[in-house]
């Protein structure tokens, strides 16, 4: 969902560079490691590699658990140091920046929580890394932020910029939120412009909190739950494989794998 967000940020010139990114998304953690030459134009950032695998370390537990369990933050940034540490080259470690850019699941969170969670995760890295945590690098970005950082990603991967051929418009669906994010033209009166290199796009996006995949499939659990006679002790759920079963609450659910002939329960549902 970040990826490649740093083609919008400015470093100082010099030779090669790497890069931590840390996606702290509402079904898990994910360290991306990238590279980069710089240069006055837009750099040319690409995922850091062996050649054939790019550096990637996921952690299956969303930092917005940690507010229930401050321990989970060694639990999660712990094994992302220990793997980035062995994959950028030592005499690099202590010039390369870390970012956490943690997205819906930490916007669901009340204020208090965000700030107990940034601010632990700030200190732990600076702590126990070797990396550079700079004031404003461990944030929750905001949905607008996340669609376009999502529209910059495509757009680079298809050499949008570099071959300086039109944009194409970027749908997003996470575990927790929905983005769209897409170039206009002026006249349109645009929400956002977006710097990139010495080009300026004007920019229409947005973000729906709660459209997400896995918050979706909760809100139609919880519907079909509360429109179950209180004497049923299972319901189906259309969402789910035939014969999958779980437990909502009091009740048993068992999925029938059966969408349409469930449609008009969902839909009222929703």
Same mark, same amino acid.
């Given at each position: 969902?970040?990826?490649?967000?740093?083609?919008?940020?400015? #470093?100082?010139?010099?030779?090669?560079?790497?890069?931590?990114?840390?996606?702290?998304?509402?079904?898990? /953690?994910?360290?991306?490691?990238?590279?980069? $030459?710089?240069?006055?134009?837009?750099?040319?950032?690409?995922?850091?590699?062996?050649?054939?695998?790019? #550096?990637?370390?996921?952690?299956?537990?969303?930092?917005?658990?940690? +507010?229930?369990?401050?321990?989970?933050?060694? /639990?999660?940034?712990?094994?992302?140091?220990?793997?980035?540490?062995?994959?950028?080259?030592?005499?690099?470690?202590?010039?390369?920046?870390?970012?956490?850019?943690? /997205?819906?699941?930490? &916007?669901?969170?009340?204020?208090?929580?965000?700030?107990?969670?940034?601010?632990?995760?700030? +200190?732990?890295?600076?702590?126990?890394?070797? #990396?550079?945590?700079?004031?404003?690098?461990?944030?929750?970005?905001?949905?607008?932020?996340?669609?376009?950082?999502?529209?910059?990603?495509?757009?680079?991967?298809?050499?949008?910029?570099?071959?300086? &051929?039109?944009?194409?418009?970027?749908?997003?669906?996470?575990?927790?939120?929905?983005?769209?994010?897409?170039?206009?033209?002026?006249?349109? $009166?645009?929400?956002?412009?977006?710097?990139?290199?010495?080009? &300026?796009?004007?920019?229409?996006?947005?973000?729906?909190?709660?459209?997400?995949?896995?918050? +979706?499939?909760?809100?139609?659990?919880?519907?079909?739950?509360?429109?179950?006679?209180? /004497?049923?002790?299972?319901?189906?759920?259309?969402?789910?494989?035939?014969?999958?079963?779980?437990?909502?609450?009091? &009740?048993?659910?068992?999925?029938?794998?059966?969408?349409?002939?469930?449609?008009?329960?969902?839909?009222?549902?929703?």
């Amino acid at each position: 969902m970040l990826f490649l967000v740093f083609t919008c940020i400015y #470093f100082s010139y010099s030779k090669q560079r790497y890069g931590i990114m840390i996606d702290a998304g509402s079904s898990g /953690t994910r360290a991306h490691i990238f590279t980069w $030459k710089s240069t006055k134009g837009m750099p040319n950032v690409q995922p850091a590699s062996n050649g054939t695998h790019p #550096f990637l370390h996921k952690v299956k537990i969303p930092l917005a658990k940690s +507010a229930q369990d401050m321990s989970l933050i060694e /639990t999660i940034f712990k094994p992302i140091i220990i793997y980035a540490s062995q994959k950028i080259p030592s005499s690099y470690l202590e010039k390369t920046r870390i970012y956490v850019y943690a /997205t819906a699941g930490m &916007r669901l969170l009340n204020d208090i929580d965000q700030e107990r969670v940034l601010n632990a995760t700030t +200190a732990y890295l600076k702590e126990h890394s070797p #990396f550079k945590v700079k004031p404003g690098n461990v944030r929750i970005i905001d949905g607008i932020e996340e669609g376009i950082f999502g529209w910059i990603s495509v757009n680079h991967l298809l050499g949008n910029f570099i071959n300086n &051929r039109p944009t194409v418009g970027a749908l997003d669906m996470g575990g927790a939120s929905f983005q769209i994010a897409l170039e206009v033209t002026p006249k349109e $009166k645009p929400l956002q412009v977006v710097k990139i290199g010495p080009k &300026r796009f004007p920019m229409y996006a947005y973000s729906y909190l709660g459209y997400g995949a896995n918050e +979706a499939l909760k809100s139609v659990t919880r519907a079909l739950y509360a429109i179950t006679p209180k /004497t049923e002790t299972e319901f189906k759920h259309p969402c789910y494989p035939k014969n999958f079963k779980d437990n909502y609450k009091s &009740r048993k659910f068992v999925g029938t794998g059966n969408f349409e002939d469930h449609l008009d329960s969902v839909v009222t549902c929703k």
